[in-house]
C-alpha cells in the first residue's frame, strides 16, 4: 500500500460544478496535510493545509479532514477553467524529519 | 525575499555525463528538501539537509547522486554517469520550520533530459 493515495484520473467538470477531489493515507501519526496544485511544466505551489478534523475553507476551496478514516479531500466550487492543473495531496508525519510524503496527483480538467 | 531559486531551468546532457543542479533556498530557511518527479507521478523525496547537515538520503539517491549544502546556504544536487532514467523534473524545497508543519516552498525546478 501506497503511503499517500489519490484518485485516479483525469477528472473533468464542466465549469461552474463542483470538483471533489480525494486522499488516503496509511499513517495514522500524520499530523499535517496538504493540497498543492501543479500546472503542466510548473511546480507544485501550496493552497491549502489542514492540520485538525473537518473543513477549512479558502474561497472557493475547501480542505477536508478526518483522522480516523485517515481520509483527506479537496472540493473546488464553481470550478474554473483555470483551475484545470494536478492536485497533489502531501502528508507529513512528523517523525519523518518534517519531509512530506505526496501522492500520484489528479489531475482536472475543467470544461468551458 | 525572493522564493527558492534553480538553476538551470532546463538541461538536455548525453547520457553518461555528469550534471549539477544548484538550489538558492529563502535566505531565513534552514531545511532545503530535494525531489524528483517523473512524468505523471507526484514528487519523491531525495534528501533533506538542516543547514550544511544531510540529515537523510532515500534509496532513490544511489551512488551516482550526490548532494551538498556547504556553510547551510545553496544546495548542489550532482549525478554522475547519468542514465536515461534520470529523466525527471528535480525539485527543490526550503523551510523555517524542521517539524515541517506548515508545509514548503518550492523552487521553479530543474527539468533534466537525458538523450
Known amino acids: 500500500q501506497k503511503e499517500v493515495e489519490q484518485n485516479s484520473g483525469p477528472l473533468s467538470v464542466p465549469e461552474g460544478a463542483i470538483a471533489s477531489l480525494n486522499c488516503t493515507y496509511s499513517?495514522?501519526?500524520?499530523?499535517?496535510f496538504f493540497w498543492y496544485r501543479q500546472y503542466s511544466g510548473k511546480s507544485p505551489e501550496l493552497i491549502m493545509s489542514?492540520?485538525?478534523?473537518g473543513d477549512k475553507e479558502d474561497g472557493r476551496f475547501t480542505a477536508q479532514l478526518n483522522k480516523a478514516s485517515q481520509y483527506v479531500s479537496l472540493l473546488i466550487r464553481d470550478s474554473q477553467p483555470s483551475d484545470s492543473a494536478t492536485y497533489l495531496c502531501?502528508?507529513?508525519?512528523?517523525?519523518?524529519?518534517?519531509?512530506?510524503?505526496f501522492g500520484q496527483g489528479t489531475e482536472l480538467s475543467v470544461k468551458p | 525575499d525572493t522564493g527558492v531559486s534553480q538553476d538551470p531551468r532546463h538541461k538536455i546532457t548525453k547520457r553518461g555525463q555528469n550534471v549539477t543542479f544548484r538550489c538558492d533556498p529563502i535566505?531565513?530557511?534552514?531545511?532545503l528538501y530535494w525531489y524528483r518527479q517523473t512524468l505523471g507521478q507526484g514528487p519523491e523525496f531525495l534528501t533533506y539537509?538542516?543547514?550544511?547537515?544531510?540529515?537523510?538520503k532515500s534509496r532513490l539517491l544511489s551512488d551516482r547522486f550526490s548532494a551538498e549544502r556547504p556553510k547551510g546556504s545553496f544546495s548542489t544536487l550532482e549525478i554522475q554517469r547519468t542514465e536515461q532514467g534520470d529523466s525527471a523534473m528535480y525539485l527543490c524545497?526550503?523551510?523555517?520550520?524542521?517539524?515541517?508543519?506548515?508545509?514548503?516552498?518550492f523552487g521553479s525546478g530543474t527539468r533534466l533530459t537525458v538523450v
Open positions: 535566505s531565513e530557511h534552514n531545511r
Open positions: 489542514i492540520y485538525s478534523n
Open positions: 539537509f538542516q543547514n550544511e547537515a544531510q540529515l537523510e
Open positions: 499513517d495514522r501519526g500524520s499530523q499535517s
Open positions: 502531501a502528508v507529513n508525519t512528523h517523525n519523518q524529519g518534517g519531509k512530506l510524503i
Open positions: 524545497a526550503s523551510s523555517a520550520d524542521p517539524q515541517g508543519y506548515y508545509g514548503y516552498t
